[in-house]
């Protein structure tokens, strides 16, 4: 059961180091650290992805920036309570980490695998320009009877797809986690500019779980 669990939710990411360790939390009297990096697209673009470490596998001490951290891990979500509601936070879990030079690294990978289910209807839109989208939050199963909650980012012909699921739908989905700036608003002339992050779909297939049983 534990292995189903750990490996329906898988993360590769490699990405410059542009800022230091900074702490998050405490478990069982052991630390994790956040630090942001910067991966790259195919576009020419970047995104900038928060990864979580473990002080156990890393001297989070050290000044990385300019380095690039390869990681293999989890997407995870937690809620943070601000003022009246809770905001979802996501971040890469890291369960192995390696900092090499910039030159070792010939391209940044950013490839997600999720194995969930579908916890609220899909929203399909077009944009002006006729571009589809549809917008899926799967929730994926943690050990100890916890979930993640994921917003995953459909397009084109996936999004007409996606469009079809219902609430409690089994889905995978293949993709990579990009990062998105938007304007929150904060009071009729108050805009705050904040940072979201979801998974932008290549490929999704519809589980039964019928079949499986």
């Not at 989890?74 to 192995?96: D, G, I, K, M, W």
């Not at 944009?127 to 589809?132: N, Y």
Request: charged letters at 30%.
């Amino acid at each position: 059961m534990l292995d189903k669990v750990f490996t329906n939710n898988q993360v590769t990411i490699a990405g410059r180091v542009v800022g230091e360790f900074g702490y998050s939390h405490t478990v069982y009297g052991e630390d994790f650290y956040t630090v942001d990096i910067e991966v790259s697209r195919l576009s020419n673009s970047n995104d900038i992805i928060p990864v979580m470490v473990s002080e156990r596998i890393l001297d989070v001490r050290a000044d990385y920036r300019g380095y690039v951290l390869r990681a293999n891990g989890q997407f995870r979500s937690y809620n943070r309570h601000e003022e009246t509601r809770n905001r979802l936070v996501l971040s890469v879990f890291a369960r192995e980490v390696e900092i090499v030079e910039p030159e070792e690294e010939e391209q940044d990978p950013n490839h997600i695998f999720l194995d969930g289910y579908v916890c609220k209807k899909p929203v399909y839109r077009k944009t002006p320009l006729g571009r589809e989208i549809a917008d899926v939050l799967l929730a994926v199963n943690r050990p100890y009877g916890k979930s993640d909650y994921i917003p995953c980012i459909c397009w084109g012909r996936n999004a007409r797809y996606a469009d079809q699921f219902e609430v409690g739908a089994h889905v995978q989905i293949w993709g990579r986690i990009q990062s998105r700036e938007y304007q929150k608003k904060i009071s009729e002339e108050e805009y705050e500019k904040r940072v979201a992050y979801e998974v932008s779909v290549s490929k999704l297939e519809y589980q039964s779980d019928e079949e499986e049983m």
